[in-house]
C-alpha cells in the first residue's frame, strides 16, 4: 500500500494537471503497475466512507420503526455500492475511449480518476460530518455539497483535458461518464439492495 508521502507525491502532480501544467505527469506512476497500485485509492479512502456509510445508517434508520437496527450486511451492501461506484464508471472510460482509438489515454484516466477520489472523498466525509456535530446547519451543508459537485465537475475536466490533449467533445463525454453512470448506479444498487430510504 502506498504510503503518505507517495500519495502526497501524486497529489502534487494532479494539482499541476489542474493548473494545466504538463509537469504534473511527471508525478503519476503511468505504468501497469501504476495503475494497479492507484486502486489502493480505495484504501485511502476508507476513513471519510466510514463516515458517509454512517450518515447514510442514521439516514436509513430515520424511515424504520423507532425499535429498529442494522446489521452488519447493511455495511457490507454499502461496501458493494462503493466498489460498484468506483469500478463501472472506468469501464465505461475504457470502453469509450477505445472506441475512438484512445486507448493509450486509459492508464493516465484511471490513475488520476482513483487518486483524485482520495482528497474528493475526504472533502465529501468532512461536509457529512458537519451534519453530525451541527444538525441546524443541513441548509448550509447542502449549499456545500452542491458547490463541492460543481468544483468536482471542474477539476476533473480540467484533468481530462491534459490527458485528451483539448479535445473537447472527448473531455466532455468522459467527463460524464465517470460522473453521471455513478449517480444513477448508487440509487439502484441501494433499491436493489434494500438499504435505500424509504
Excluded: K
Excluded at 17 to 23: A, F, H, N, S
Excluded at 54 to 61: G, K, N, S
Excluded at 160 to 171: G, K, P, Y
Amino acid at each position: 500500500m502506498p504510503g503518505l508521502r507517495e500519495v502526497q507525491y501524486y497529489l502534487a502532480g494532479l494539482w499541476l494537471l489542474i493548473r494545466m501544467d504538463p509537469r504534473g505527469f511527471r508525478f503519476l506512476d503511468l505504468s501497469e503497475r501504476g495503475v494497479n497500485r492507484s486502486f489502493w485509492a480505495i484504501a485511502w479512502c476508507l476513513p471519510p466512507m466510514g463516515i458517509s456509510w454512517l450518515w447514510w445508517r442514521q439516514a436509513f434508520l430515520r424511515s424504520l420503526p423507532p425499535e429498529a437496527d442494522v446489521d452488519f450486511a447493511f455495511f457490507v451492501r454499502l461496501g458493494l455500492v462503493e466498489i460498484a461506484n468506483w469500478i463501472v464508471p472506468l469501464v465505461f472510460a475504457g470502453l469509450l475511449l477505445l472506441a475512438f482509438r484512445m486507448g493509450e489515454r486509459f492508464a493516465p484516466v484511471v490513475v488520476s480518476v482513483n487518486w483524485l477520489g482520495v482528497p474528493l472523498s475526504y472533502i465529501n466525509g468532512l461536509l457529512l460530518a458537519l451534519v453530525f456535530f451541527l444538525p441546524g446547519a443541513v441548509g448550509l451543508v447542502s449549499l456545500l455539497l452542491l458547490a463541492f459537485m460543481l468544483a468536482q465537475v471542474f477539476v476533473l475536466a480540467r484533468i481530462l483535458r491534459m490527458i485528451c490533449h483539448d479535445h473537447a467533445l472527448m473531455v466532455g463525454a468522459l467527463t460524464l461518464v465517470l460522473l453521471v453512470p455513478s449517480m444513477i448506479l448508487s440509487e439502484y444498487l441501494q433499491h436493489f439492495l434494500g438499504i435505500y430510504p424509504a
